[in-house]
């Protein structure tokens, strides 16, 4: 057989999708997995989808060997260890100006260890985020790579053809930087994701808890909705699940999966570098402890016992279709907040454009804020008056109300952080770092 373009090693459902939309755009591809069942696996399907130019190949080196110069392997292995060890069986292997790109949710500081490990061999390497889920692998991702220039050139033809293409706009894929900026980009993206779904299942919850809107009801909304400004795929997917009944007994599927939801590690790396970078993120801090919360069922469970009675609510019917409006315009003003703080966290680290303005004060945002922002203040006190949780929406308000204040009572933190600890403070009408003895004053105070 002639040499394949591309290379690709990990055949899980996401591998093997991806592997299947490259070759469909015309791209000889050879594939690789550990456990060789999942490449006998994987060029059926490419038989069965067309008979697409898949060619698997059950050990590394006859894989690697399949490749034409300069080579280029994608890995997409869970990430950790099972990536280090993937790199070195792929490694020894590879010739000088041979190319990794690690298409996973890695930690971006290990890409650039690797980035490095491998340029000391001769090797060129990629972190490249992907995202899109299973059915954006098949059909077209979004795709982020970072790292070695000269490497994304290699398979810029590829991405630029596999990637999501957008309308107006072209295939979702720039080269993002350099480093592990790619793998950088692709965690904020997924800590934002983690606050839009908690905003989507605050909505749910309000809709149902409150307005009473039954799951056919919730389908018909979020269909609505995914027609306007709230158009995405999240939306799109959430409509979809209200609309399927449970198979195995009565009623709908959603309402027998157990409210406890798993987590990957991005949405924490997210908060944890936004801590680092001191960049505000509550909304995606919000989502992230919603999570843990949603860990601790059985604790929720008992709690539930005890904290039994009627919340206060003023006991009139609710007008389902004001609800649904409101709702609406709140989840979008939340939805602003949450991807202003991912992407002030990526200004923050990469500081590519210092004046770049917030997405808060873009004029456009500006004024769509400011004219939701009344049913947004409608719904999280609607929530709060019936004893449902909104962290999302109250953290995404709260950002919204501290950000657009010009004073904040943070004057007497920093004022207890003098008397206590000596840190000093500056004042609004002299310039300088000053230091009061707030203590002695305070007792003089007292014995006069």
């Known amino acids: 057989?002639?040499?394949?373009?591309?290379?690709?090693?990990?055949?899980?459902?996401?591998g093997q999708n991806l592997?299947?939309?490259?070759?469909?755009?015309?791209?000889?591809?050879?594939?690789?997995?550990?456990?060789?069942?999942?490449?006998?696996?994987?060029?059926?399907?490419?038989?069965?989808?067309?008979?697409?130019?898949?060619?698997?190949?059950?050990?590394?080196?006859?894989?690697?060997?399949?490749?034409?110069?300069?080579?280029?392997?994608?890995?997409?292995?869970?990430?950790?260890?099972?990536?280090?060890?993937?790199?070195?069986?792929?490694?020894?292997?590879?010739?000088?100006?041979?190319?990794?790109?690690?298409?996973?949710?890695?930690?971006?500081?290990?890409?650039?260890?690797?980035?490095?490990?491998?340029?000391?061999?001769?090797?060129?390497?990629?972190?490249?985020?992907?995202?899109?889920?299973?059915?954006?692998?098949?059909?077209?991702?979004?795709?982020?790579?970072?790292?070695?220039?000269?490497?994304?050139?290699?398979?810029?033809?590829?991405?630029?053809?596999?990637?999501?293409?957008?309308?107006?706009?072209?295939?979702?894929?720039?080269?993002?930087?350099?480093?592990?900026?790619?793998?950088?980009?692709?965690?904020?993206?997924?800590?934002?994701?983690?606050?839009?779904?908690?905003?989507?299942?605050?909505?749910?919850?309000?809709?149902?808890?409150?307005?009473?809107?039954?799951?056919?009801?919730?389908?018909?909304?979020?269909?609505?909705?995914?027609?306007?400004?709230l158009l995405s795929f999240l939306i799109e997917i959430t409509a979809d699940i209200f609309g399927i009944k449970d198979e195995h007994g009565d009623g709908y599927l959603v309402?027998?999966?157990?409210?406890?939801?798993?987590?990957?590690?991005?949405?924490?790396?997210?908060?944890?570098?936004?801590?680092?970078?001191?960049?505000?993120a509550p909304t995606i801090e919000a989502s992230l402890d919603s999570r843990f919360l949603s860990g601790l069922k059985d604790e929720r469970v008992e709690a539930s016992k005890i904290f039994q009675g009627d919340y206060y609510s003023t006991g009139s019917p609710v007008d389902k279709a004001q609800l649904v409006e409101d709702v609406r315009q709140a989840l979008y003003a939340s939805k602003i907040c949450s991807y202003a703080q991912g992407m002030n966290i990526i200004k923050k680290a990469y500081d590519r454009n210092p004046g770049l303005a917030s997405l808060l004060v873009d004029p456009e945002f500006a004024q769509e804020i400011m004219d939701r922002q009344a049913a947004w203040r409608r719904v999280v006190c609607l929530a709060i008056n019936n004893g449902v949780s909104t962290p999302g929406m109250s953290a995404s308000l709260a950002y919204f109300d501290s950000y657009r204040r010009d004073r904040l009572p943070a004057n007497l933190v920093q004022a207890q952080r003098d008397y206590f600890g000596a840190h000093t403070y500056e004042r609004v009408d002299m310039p300088g770092s000053f230091h009061t003895e707030w203590f002695k004053i305070a007792r003089n105070i007292s014995n006069n």
Request: charged share 25%.
């Open 19 to 229: 592997a299947l939309n490259i070759a469909e755009k015309g791209f000889p591809i050879s594939v690789y997995n550990r456990t060789t069942s999942k490449v006998d696996e994987t060029v059926q399907r490419a038989k069965a989808e067309g008979n697409l130019p898949v060619y698997g190949f059950h050990d590394p080196a006859s894989f690697v060997k399949s490749i034409q110069k300069p080579r280029v392997v994608i890995m997409l292995v869970k990430a950790g260890a099972p990536v280090d060890q993937t790199i070195a069986t792929l490694a020894a292997h590879l010739e000088q100006g041979d190319c990794i790109i690690d298409g996973g949710n890695e930690w971006y500081e290990n890409t650039e260890r690797r980035e490095k490990a491998m340029e000391e061999r001769g090797l060129l390497y990629l972190g490249m985020g992907v995202s899109g889920g299973e059915e954006g692998a098949r059909n077209g991702p979004s795709l982020m790579p970072g790292g070695s220039f000269e490497a994304y050139k290699y398979v810029e033809d590829i991405v630029l053809k596999v990637a999501a293409q957008v309308p107006d706009s072209g295939p979702c894929v720039t080269y993002i930087g350099k480093g592990g900026s790619g793998n950088f980009v692709k965690m904020v993206h997924n800590g934002i994701e983690y606050g839009d779904m908690q905003l989507i299942s605050e909505a749910y919850d309000v809709l149902k808890s409150v307005g009473k809107l039954t799951n056919s009801e919730l389908h018909q909304v979020f269909s609505e909705w995914n027609k306007g400004e």
């Open 255 to 280: 309402d027998k999966v157990l409210d406890k939801t798993g987590m990957k590690g991005t949405g924490k790396w997210t908060v944890q570098q936004a801590a680092e970078l001191s960049v505000a």
């Open 1 to 14: 057989m002639a040499l394949t373009r591309i290379g690709l090693a990990g055949l899980a459902v996401m």
